[in-house]
């Protein structure tokens, strides 16, 4: 596609539910990045992918958080036993480099824990 | 759809203004600096960006200026459109392999008829 696609475009989980989102990145693109998104406030890191392999996890906030991208291009973060404070927007991005070079965001998935 | 930013900073122009969005980043060892649009409902959209050896750069319409002794960096659109309306964010990029963006707090642009 010409984009970052990511689905589903929102989700409602119950709190104890696990959930998984999906990035489909540009076509070639190397790197890949997912954010979280507080209402209110800027994108922060989760984790960044560069091909297949995870080079850095360090903003996912606790170990329920698990991400991966196992032939290089699409990926999916799966949050288990999903509790209220996990509510936020899903923002993906990829870039074409390794670094420094322009990332394109996806709309993101809106998640609701009730 | 949802708003973004509901208690961002707000900067309201009148349309054919010039604009100015200010940021001020957090690590001085920082090399890449990008703004972003964010607009209701949607992910944020690559404006412009400059690397830590330029002190300016030009869009179509933006500018974007960088003053790295007081880690300040600014947007300027010229002419602005009621399309401009959204939230502006900073982001700032540690270089080499940190490709991670760290993003500030975010201003929201209200450009009034």
């Known amino acids: 596609g010409a984009g970052v696609s990511q689905s589903p475009r929102y989700k409602v989980a119950k709190r104890g539910q696990d959930v998984a989102l999906r990035c489909d990145p540009i076509s070639g693109h190397v790197s890949l990045f997912w954010y979280q998104q507080a209402l209110g406030q800027g994108p922060e890191f989760l984790t960044y992918f560069q091909n297949e392999a995870q080079l850095d996890k360090s903003g996912l906030p606790s170990d329920r958080f698990f991400a991966e991208r196992p032939e290089g291009s699409v990926s999916t973060l799966k949050i288990q036993r999903t509790q209220q404070e996990d509510s936020a927007v899903y923002l993906c991005?990829?870039?074409?480099?390794?670094?420094?070079?322009?990332?394109?965001f996806g709309q993101g998935t809106r998640l609701t824990v009730v | 759809g949802e708003s973004v930013g509901l208690h961002l900073p707000t900067l309201s122009v009148q349309e054919g203004d010039n604009s100015i969005i200010n940021c001020a980043y957090s690590?001085?060892?920082?090399?890449?600096f990008i703004w972003y649009k964010q607009e209701s409902g949607k992910g944020p959209q690559f404006i412009i960006d400059i690397r830590s050896n330029m002190d300016k750069r030009q869009g179509q319409r933006v500018t974007v200026l960088l003053n790295k002794t007081v880690k300040h960096l600014s947007l300027q659109i010229a002419a602005t459109q009621p399309g401009d309306s959204a939230v502006y964010f900073c982001a700032e990029n540690l270089g080499g392999t940190a490709s991670k963006l760290t993003f500030g707090t975010g201003t929201r642009l209200q450009v009034t008829l």
């Open positions: 991005a990829s870039s074409l480099g390794q670094t420094n070079t322009e990332a394109f």
């Open positions: 690590n001085s060892a920082s090399d890449y």
